[in-house]
DNA sequence: ATGAAAGCGCTAACAG
DNA sequence: CTGTTAGCGCTTTCAT
């Protein structure tokens, strides 16, 4: 019969019981507000209010009688009308291009650290690798008046101008890892380039001549990077490129069925493949192993994301690792300091974090000696 | 420099040039209002607002000019006012216990399919299991004046106090998967009882004698209910249960580790186990054949959830599986009739949806014949 | 220390 | 078909 609500922020904890109602078949019942308390106490609403917030200019007595009355009457401040009022929702928006990937449950778990101790809501939205829904997710939470937005881009995204309402309003917003190239945006992002570099130069250590590379479309930046690492890496070790070695396509467990039976059927068959999703890789090897291939000696495998499944399929997977809950925290702690005035984020344009390359079984070949 | 914006549900793709303002260091800009558009029109706010909706009322020439200049002002209708306005927000939340898995995201996607299509939006939050940010999060969206909630409980969720204010002002919730048994309350779950049972009897029917199950909390539903279909098929095939057989954990990869060291150390040894995560089955599995057990021939392993993952590793794990998007659609399906009064949701109390086994490598052993 | 009054942006009842 | 008016619940000057 007790409802812990928080009214005040600083007011912690207090309970108080509700007066019961028929629950069925009503229509949404009225709900206090501070006139009702005001009403009770004799009081205006002004003061109510103030009272409620703790605010300096209202005495202690007054102060304990406002509180009390509000816990007993059951009032719950309306947030929709706090927002309206004071033009601000205290909530800031993010976009995600997916939910289910352990990178961006961690970025949200950072996200999601550094905005509740700033006293922040988020507000997730996913836009599934669509660009209609992306777009469409921009302007709820635009419509929803949100103080700022971090989002990373889905796949089919090849413009902000969704976005653009956000800088008109002078909405900030902070990209991270899927990204665009723009003037005046802020991003946090790893070094995808070198990320496909190394990855590539792993293999190519580990005696690989013929490295394929499975991918995703490569209008997206974080696939053109790695692309471009990759081709870098082949051409300073002299090796050859050609548009056989590449496989685009979704990162679908159908992808990488049919990716690993474009490499089954290539001739000369390659000794090494660079995918830039683990699980997509997984279920390359998977297929490859069905078919009498040995990995890592026939061909090896390095991933990207280091997600849980590497430790868990055999072999391991060798992967490039990088801290999802530290891009999150650092997009957040960006945008609310922009926020509160302490900083402002256009002048700040990339932020690069640390990625580095885990070797596993997949890739080590126990032959090939140096 | 354009930006196409749903201003009016059914007037699809208006695009329209903003204003350009300097970005930097400014305040947030005003907005233009339907005031502003009335103003300039010399009509009266009303009938904007009525030309915006696409009220019949409207002529269709005032109504082509009060689109066309809202579009040329860059007008972005202000939700947070038409909610307060209204009294009801157009959106429902969404409470899970986590946001990493594949099943919570399954039941997202059949949550979104369905509101989207009803023309909810929904807001997602999650309480990683905790039972205070799950209290925060029901706070949260009864102070945004969500319509609806659709939630699954954290693993400490012992009560339904925090969603009594919901009740109290008629805003229905629907709960799923985890959930708390009250008179009350609405939810779409599954027969975890028989999923137990099910996955138990599979385990004894390939020649298993000793079954060791491995949990979560029992305080939760959905455990309690499994472990009790565990114990109901040893005690049918006249098997004996001892606590020792029994492990509860949480479901990290530490956990599954330190089951797999006590089954080591089990005497005498067990030959089957029954495990409510797929995941933690599979780290279990992992440290145990790095032991030289070989599974399933000495121990037999079923799961919960046919994860992906299940189809990666070696051998391919026995599974119990259900439909999450199937569950997220019948949850939001409720709870809209319900909104749209087409349907009382307090007269409906369990949903029950279909769940079945899924036999791979994992539990099926060679020798033992029937 | 408290109150009166205005207004955030929108919708809807009522009038014409 | 369009305008007037009021009010959703809250905060915030400006008085007192």
Same mark, same amino acid.
């Given at each position: 019969?007790?409802?812990?609500?928080?009214?005040?922020?600083?007011?912690?904890?207090?309970?108080?019981?509700?007066?019961?109602?028929?629950?069925?078949?009503?229509?949404?019942?009225?709900?206090?507000?501070?006139?009702?308390?005001?009403?009770?106490?004799?009081?205006?609403?002004?003061?109510?209010?103030?009272?409620?917030?703790?605010?300096?200019?209202?005495?202690?007595?007054?102060?304990?009688?406002?509180?009390?009355?509000?816990?007993?009457?059951?009032?719950?401040?309306?947030?929709?009308?706090?927002? +309206?009022? *004071? %033009?601000?929702?205290?909530? $800031?928006?993010?976009?995600?291009?997916? &939910? !289910?990937? =352990?990178?961006?449950?961690?970025?949200?778990?950072?996200?999601?650290?550094?905005?509740?101790?700033?006293?922040?809501?988020?507000?997730?939205?996913?836009?599934?690798?669509?660009?209609?829904?992306?777009?469409?997710?921009?302007?709820?939470?635009?419509?929803?008046?949100?103080?700022?937005?971090?989002?990373?881009?889905?796949?089919?995204?090849?413009?902000?101008?969704?976005?653009?309402?956000?800088?008109?309003?002078?909405?900030?917003?902070?990209?991270?890892?899927?990204?665009?190239?723009?003037?005046?945006?802020?991003?946090?992002?790893?070094?995808?380039?070198?990320?496909?570099?190394?990855?590539?130069?792993? +293999?190519? *250590? %580990?005696?690989?001549?013929? $490295?394929?590379?499975?991918?995703?479309? &490569? !209008?997206? =930046?974080?696939?053109?990077?790695?692309?471009?690492?990759?081709?870098?890496?082949?051409?300073?070790?002299?090796?050859?490129?050609?548009?056989?070695?590449?496989?685009?396509?979704?990162?679908?467990?159908?992808?990488?069925?049919?990716?690993?039976?474009?490499?089954?059927?290539?001739?000369?068959?390659?000794?090494?493949?660079?995918?830039?999703?683990?699980?997509?890789?997984?279920?390359?090897?998977?297929?490859?192993?069905?078919?009498?291939?040995?990995?890592?000696?026939?061909?090896?495998?390095?991933?990207f994301n280091n997600?849980?499944?590497c430790?868990?399929?055999?072999?391991?997977?060798?992967t490039i690792d990088y801290p999802?809950?530290?891009?999150?925290? $650092?997009?957040?702690?960006?945008?609310?300091?922009?926020?509160?005035?302490?900083?402002?984020?256009?002048?700040?344009?990339?932020?690069?974090?640390r990625s580095d390359l885990i070797?596993?079984?997949?890739?080590?070949?126990?032959?090939?000696?140096?």
């Amino acid at each position: 019969m007790n409802y812990a609500i928080d009214f005040v922020n600083f007011l912690k904890n207090i309970s108080f019981s509700f007066t019961s109602q028929s629950a069925s078949g009503m229509k949404k019942s009225k709900g206090i507000t501070i006139y009702d308390i005001a009403k009770k106490l004799n009081l205006a609403a002004s003061t109510v209010s103030r009272g409620l917030q703790d605010s300096p200019e209202i005495g202690k007595k007054t102060k304990k009688r406002i509180v009390e009355t509000a816990e007993k009457m059951g009032y719950s401040a309306n947030l929709t009308a706090r927002s +309206l009022r *004071q %033009q601000q929702s205290e909530t $800031i928006g993010v976009i995600v291009h997916q &939910l !289910n990937s =352990n990178f961006v449950n961690s970025v949200l778990a950072g996200i999601e650290r550094v905005t509740t101790e700033a006293g922040y809501d988020i507000l997730i939205a996913h836009s599934s690798e669509s660009y209609v829904k992306e777009v469409a997710n921009a302007k709820n939470l635009f419509h929803r008046r949100v103080d700022g937005v971090i989002s990373s881009l889905s796949l089919e995204t090849m413009d902000l101008e969704h976005f653009r309402a956000f800088a008109e309003r002078n909405v900030p917003v902070v990209y991270f890892d899927r990204v665009e190239q723009e003037e005046n945006s802020t991003a946090v992002v790893i070094d995808n380039v070198k990320c496909g570099y190394v990855a590539t130069q792993h +293999l190519i *250590q %580990q005696g690989c001549k013929r $490295i394929v590379h499975v991918t995703a479309s &490569l !209008n997206r =930046n974080v696939y053109s990077q790695r692309y471009e690492g990759y081709r870098k890496a082949l051409a300073e070790h002299k090796l050859e490129f050609s548009d056989d070695l590449l496989i685009i396509d979704d990162h679908s467990e159908r992808a990488a069925m049919d990716a690993a039976m474009k490499i089954l059927q290539m001739n000369p068959r390659p000794d090494g493949v660079f995918v830039t999703s683990d699980f997509v890789a997984a279920f390359c090897m998977r297929t490859l192993r069905q078919h009498g291939i040995s990995i890592p000696d026939t061909i090896a495998f390095v991933g990207f994301n280091n997600d849980p499944i590497c430790k868990l399929i055999e072999p391991t997977l060798t992967t490039i690792d990088y801290p999802g809950k530290d891009i999150g925290e $650092i997009a957040a702690r960006n945008l609310i300091s922009h926020l509160k005035g302490l900083s402002n984020i256009n002048r700040t344009n990339n932020i690069t974090v640390r990625s580095d390359l885990i070797v596993r079984e997949s890739s080590v070949r126990s032959r090939d000696p140096e």
